[in-house]
């Protein structure tokens, strides 16, 4: 049977780039649909523009610093407008390059929504149908709106990068990574929030005692933090939004912003038809080659609910070239993935939390929470945190937990390390790069904590 394509990709989003680009490179004939923005979440509504949010929020503090450092600095206004535009103009500039990047690797692409007809054949929203031997599902995931009464009156993570002003006081609702950094992004660009989470403590899966840090720090940074805090309605009231809460508050916010939760985009595809199975969350259940359980689909990214980040979601789309076009079945490793969240101050982590990982047999705890010289001389309390989690038998680092400025930058290379195995003497052997915050990950000689 002849095929229009070797490959139909259906996103184009990181995951599903990647895999196109990399499959066209292997020799095989790709086309792609992407129905919004080239880049996805990742480049459009999520960690670049979030990232460039982060630098922006960063500068009052810096200021102030400057001063207790001896400069007559002073900060003026935050211009909206003007960073919203350049915001914009950089994610226009990367969405060119990520249609070069198909263009030049000979990709075709279809500016439209695809959904599945059969195991082989795409339909896309002007009607055409395109048939492919291999069909991969990169639609990458949407934020939810929780049930609440007035929640149509909230914004999410996709709004915020396109608000007409900054509202003066903004409520989150959420505690993972989102929630979290925007509280911190917004609360530096001189909004005043508050963040409600109705869970005991933000950062849910990660590291106690780290997630503890940032939860401190960011209430010391300003934010009104409510844990054991849910939103019970919402209604709209003289241009500000009431807000009744669990707590038993009613109060009034320019803005709420739910980050409560992603769900993968699969509804409407025609999936279930053509018995793709689905799990609860309706992610698309694949196996460890990201194969779906219809043998001629895969499907890689937020789409599979597995690890949702972008570096997973292009590992995924490469292992799949790799299986698929390449002849080298290469099953995707989910361990030990290092990952940052880009708080104020930002936490990096690699491995086991010493929760999960006191599960897993006797530990020892190395920690060491202190001022560091940079901002201890600038007067901020602020603390940071290093932490790595030992198997008291095979001594291997099991998990290593930063909370500190940078902490994004140190955790790739701690988790090189942890990675290759490397044991606590491995590590006590490196020699201190002095004076840094990250040689005390080096000079920690007795365990805090055995379990
Ligand atoms: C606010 C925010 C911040 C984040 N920060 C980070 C971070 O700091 N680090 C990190 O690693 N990850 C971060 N992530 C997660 C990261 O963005 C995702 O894991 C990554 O983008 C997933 O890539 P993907 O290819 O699976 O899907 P996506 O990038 O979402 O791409 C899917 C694409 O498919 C398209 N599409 C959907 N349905 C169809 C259809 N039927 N037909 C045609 N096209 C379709 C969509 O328009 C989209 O462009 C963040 C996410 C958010 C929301």
Same mark, same amino acid.
């Given at each position: 049977?002849?095929?229009?394509?070797?490959?139909?990709?259906?996103?184009?989003?990181?995951?599903?780039?990647?895999?196109?680009?990399?499959?066209?490179?292997?020799?095989?004939?790709?086309?792609?649909?992407?129905?919004?923005?080239?880049?996805?979440?990742?480049?459009?509504?999520?960690?670049?523009?979030?990232?460039?949010?982060?630098?922006?929020?960063?500068?009052?503090?810096?200021?102030?610093?400057?001063?207790?450092?001896?400069?007559?600095?002073?900060?003026?206004?935050?211009?909206?407008?003007?960073?919203?535009?350049?915001?914009?103009?950089?994610?226009?500039?990367?969405?060119?390059?990520?249609?070069?990047?198909?263009?030049?690797?000979?990709?075709?692409?279809?500016?439209?929504?695809?959904?599945?007809?059969?195991?082989?054949?795409?339909?896309?929203?002007?009607?055409?149908?395109?048939?492919?031997?291999?069909?991969?599902?990169?639609?990458?995931?949407?934020?939810?709106?929780?049930?609440?009464?007035?929640?149509? !009156?909230?914004?999410?993570?996709?709004?915020?990068?396109?608000?007409?002003?900054?509202?003066?006081?903004?409520?989150?609702?959420?505690?993972?990574?989102?929630?979290?950094?925007?509280?911190?992004?917004?609360?530096? !660009?001189?909004?005043?929030?508050?963040?409600?989470?109705?869970?005991?403590?933000?950062?849910?899966?990660?590291?106690?005692?780290?997630?503890?840090?940032?939860?401190?720090?960011?209430?010391?940074?300003?934010?009104?933090?409510?844990?054991?805090?849910?939103?019970?309605?919402?209604?709209?009231?003289?241009?500000?939004?009431?807000?009744?809460?669990?707590?038993?508050?009613?109060?009034?916010?320019?803005?709420?912003?739910?980050?409560?939760?992603?769900?993968?985009?699969?509804?409407?595809?025609?999936?279930?038809?053509?018995?793709?199975?689905?799990?609860?969350?309706?992610?698309?259940?694949?196996?460890?080659?990201?194969?779906?359980?219809?043998?001629?689909?895969?499907?890689?990214?937020?789409?599979?609910?597995?690890?949702?980040?972008?570096? =997973?979601?292009?590992?995924?789309? $490469?292992?799949?070239?790799?299986?698929?076009?390449?002849?080298?079945?290469?099953?995707?490793?989910?361990?030990?993935?290092?990952?940052?969240?880009?708080?104020?101050?930002?936490?990096?982590?690699?491995?086991?939390?010493?929760?999960?990982?006191?599960?897993?047999?006797?530990?020892?705890?190395?920690?060491?929470?202190?001022?560091?010289?940079?901002?201890?001389?600038?007067?901020?309390?602020?603390?940071?945190?290093?932490?790595?989690?030992?198997?008291?038998?095979?001594?291997? =680092?099991?998990?290593?937990?930063? =909370?500190?400025?940078?902490?994004?930058?140190?955790?790739?290379?701690?988790?090189?390390?942890?990675? $290759?195995?490397?044991?606590?003497?491995?590590?006590?052997?490196?020699?201190?790069?002095?004076?840094?915050?990250?040689?005390?990950?080096?000079?920690?000689?007795?365990?805090?904590?055995?379990?």
């Amino acid at each position: 049977m002849s095929f229009d394509y070797d490959l139909f990709v259906i996103g184009g989003g990181s995951g599903g780039v990647r895999a196109a680009r990399v499959a066209a490179q292997a020799g095989a004939k790709v086309a792609l649909a992407e129905e919004d923005r080239y880049g996805g979440t990742c480049v459009q509504r999520g960690c670049v523009p979030k990232k460039l949010m982060v630098f922006a929020s960063e500068y009052p503090g810096h200021v102030e610093d400057a001063k207790a450092y001896g400069w007559d600095a002073q900060i003026g206004d935050f211009c909206w407008d003007a960073f919203r535009s350049k915001l914009h103009a950089e994610l226009d500039r990367l969405e060119g390059v990520y249609r070069n990047i198909l263009g030049n690797n000979g990709v075709e692409t279809f500016d439209a929504r695809a959904r599945l007809a059969d195991a082989h054949t795409v339909e896309l929203s002007d009607g055409s149908r395109k048939t492919a031997k291999h069909i991969l599902l990169a639609m990458g995931g949407w934020p939810v709106l929780p049930e609440i009464k007035g929640a149509d !009156l909230g914004i999410t993570s996709n709004e915020v990068f396109h608000l007409d002003e900054l509202p003066e006081t903004m409520l989150i609702l959420g505690g993972g990574y989102i929630a979290c950094e925007f509280a911190c992004i917004l609360n530096g !660009l001189g909004v005043k929030v508050t963040q409600y989470y109705r869970g005991a403590q933000i950062l849910r899966g990660f590291d106690e005692e780290a997630r503890g840090l940032v939860a401190e720090e960011m209430q010391q940074n300003g934010i009104d933090l409510h844990l054991g805090t849910n939103i019970l309605e919402m209604a709209e009231d003289g241009g500000k939004i009431r807000v009744k809460a669990t707590n038993g508050t009613e109060r009034h916010f320019d803005k709420v912003m739910f980050a409560t939760g992603r769900r993968p985009n699969t509804a409407g595809m025609g999936l279930e038809d053509l018995g793709v199975k689905l799990g609860r969350n309706g992610e698309v259940l694949v196996d460890e080659y990201s194969q779906t359980s219809i043998p001629s689909i895969y499907a890689v990214g937020d789409v599979t609910d597995r690890m949702n980040l972008t570096p =997973v979601a292009i590992r995924e789309g $490469m292992a799949f070239v790799e299986t698929v076009f390449n002849g080298n079945p290469t099953p995707v490793d989910h361990a030990l993935v290092p990952t940052a969240i880009f708080t104020q101050p930002e936490m990096g982590t690699v491995g086991l939390s010493e929760e999960e990982a006191r599960d897993q047999g006797p530990i020892e705890v190395y920690a060491t929470s202190f001022k560091p010289m940079r901002e201890s001389f600038a007067g901020r309390a602020q603390r940071v945190l290093m932490k790595l989690v030992v198997c008291a038998d095979t001594r291997r =680092v099991l998990g290593c937990h930063i =909370v500190a400025p940078g902490a994004g930058e140190m955790i790739q290379l701690a988790g090189i390390a942890v990675r $290759m195995g490397a044991t606590k003497e491995d590590f006590d052997r490196t020699v201190a790069v002095h004076p840094t915050m990250s040689e005390e990950i080096v000079t920690m000689r007795e365990p805090v904590r055995t379990a």
